[in-house]
């Protein structure tokens, strides 16, 4: 079973960035695909970005296109998501999720292995 732990969220101001680390383990994660979701107080949980491990291909919600990268390091069995030009409205705790597949799912309820959350605030 997957075991996934966010990191690096914190407070910044709009314009700034953040990186958020997102570390796997009791896995291989050749077959999966990692997602990044956010959910703000008293909203749904969102999709933001996933990534294919095999190969490294990517998908993002339109509203972090050109400001968020989501990346990996298969030797650190890490995925990341680099949080550019941050706006007020990307203030949430943000959680990396997991599952092994193919297509690029955007719905919490597809991803089968979740981490605790890390908060991010953007101040403006």
């Known amino acids: 079973q997957v075991q996934l732990v966010e990191s690096g969220g914190g407070l910044v101001q709009a314009g700034g960035s953040l990186r958020l680390s997102c570390a796997a383990s009791?896995?291989?994660?050749?077959?999966?695909?990692m997602g990044w979701f956010r959910q703000a107080p008293g909203k749904e949980r969102e999709f933001v970005a996933a990534?294919?491990?095999?190969?490294?291909?990517?998908y993002y919600e339109d509203s972090v296109k050109g400001r968020f990268t989501i990346s990996r390091d298969n030797a650190k069995m890490t995925a990341y998501l680099q949080m550019n030009s941050l706006k007020p409205e990307d203030t949430a705790v943000y959680y990396c999720?997991?599952?092994?597949?193919?297509?690029?799912?955007?719905?919490?309820?597809?991803?089968?292995?979740w981490g605790q959350g890390t908060q991010v605030t953007v101040s403006s």
């Open positions: 009791g896995g291989t994660l050749s077959r999966y695909i």
């Open positions: 999720a997991g599952r092994i597949g193919t297509y690029f799912y955007t719905l919490p309820r597809e991803y089968e292995y």
């Open positions: 990534i294919r491990w095999s190969g490294g291909s990517t």
